[in-house]
């Protein structure tokens, strides 16, 4: 095992992240441009539910495994193994997570710009947003490029930065948290979900089936573990705790939808901030009209 590190970089992101938390949810409420910043926090800090401070928490604290000793140092030049953790700890624990600790007013009020809505509305769709998070895993596993990043931080957090943003895009379908567009129903988070866990069987079957270690970075064997074997475990890693996660929140969605049958709710409502954004997109495009 490497070295303790610090990893300054790490801490310091983490601890600016939970100070500026209850700002970003203060923000989503606030009305009036005289209210302090003292307010705000409090305001933000107060506003949130004891659920959304418990996923902000274990969002973070998912990112700062990926990026801290050991698993930050071991997938560095290591293991590859480690690498695929770091990976999954962003995509599949830290996004879904950190999306299901903002509040409602909040990410309404963030995605209310005519770009980032837009934006939004065009890749926070079932098709482009897998087809942007295939892209993204992928590439984040391509071996010329992981030989690159070995060598360049930059390079390295730029990657982590595009897997964690198009696993935001992937997830906000799921968590049907964009106003104003059609959310997909019950069945249709079912099949999309299911649609997801299918995706690493691909790259996974490559890395437990290939003869030869892909990746010369990983060619040294690391504790104990040589670099086709490495290689085989970083292939089953990622086929299982995908197809856990996705069917598990799979299960999830349908306990919930049947919860919500029984109690003679309406599984797919529309807000009153579906119908604001609706008609603030079409003050935009029809401005004289």
């Avoid at 005289?34 to 305001?43: A, E, G, L, P, V």
């Avoid at 990657?159 to 948290?177: D, E, H, K, S």
Wanted: charged residues 15%.
């Amino acid at each position: 095992m490497p070295s303790f590190q610090l990893h300054p970089i790490t801490i310091t992101v983490t601890l600016i992240s939970f100070i500026i938390y209850p700002f970003f949810c203060g923000l989503g409420r606030g009305k009036g441009p005289r209210r302090s910043w003292k307010n705000r926090f409090s305001s933000g800090w107060n506003t949130t539910t004891r659920h959304q401070k418990l996923f902000f928490s274990l969002g973070m604290l998912s990112l700062f495994v990926a990026n801290y000793w050991p698993v930050a140092d071991i997938a560095k030049k290591d293991w590859l193994l480690a690498r695929m953790l770091q990976q999954l700890l962003i995509t599949l624990a830290a996004a879904p997570l950190l999306l299901m600790a903002i509040p409602k007013g909040s990410f309404v009020f963030f995605t209310r710009p005519r770009f980032v809505d837009f934006t939004l509305a065009l890749l926070a769709r079932p098709v482009p947003a897998i087809l942007l998070f295939s892209a993204a895993a992928i590439l984040a596993m391509t071996p010329a490029l992981v030989a690159f990043e070995i060598s360049s931080l930059v390079t390295e957090q730029l990657m982590q930065l595009i897997l964690f943003l198009a696993a935001l895009i992937v997830w906000t379908p799921i968590l049907r948290l964009l106003p104003g567009v059609r959310q997909l129903s019950t069945a249709g988070r079912l099949a999309y979900l299911f649609v997801l866990s299918l995706l690493p069987n691909i790259p996974a079957i490559v890395l437990i089936f290939a003869k030869r270690s892909l990746y010369p970075s990983y060619l040294n064997s690391a504790m104990g573990v040589g670099a086709v074997a490495d290689q085989e475990l970083t292939g089953a890693l990622a086929k299982l705790v995908s197809l856990a996660v996705f069917w598990g929140v799979a299960l999830s969605v349908l306990l919930k939808a049947d919860r919500n049958e029984e109690m003679g709710l309406d599984p797919d409502p529309i807000t009153w901030d579906d119908v604001k954004r609706e008609l603030d997109r079409n003050a935009k495009r029809f401005p004289h009209g």
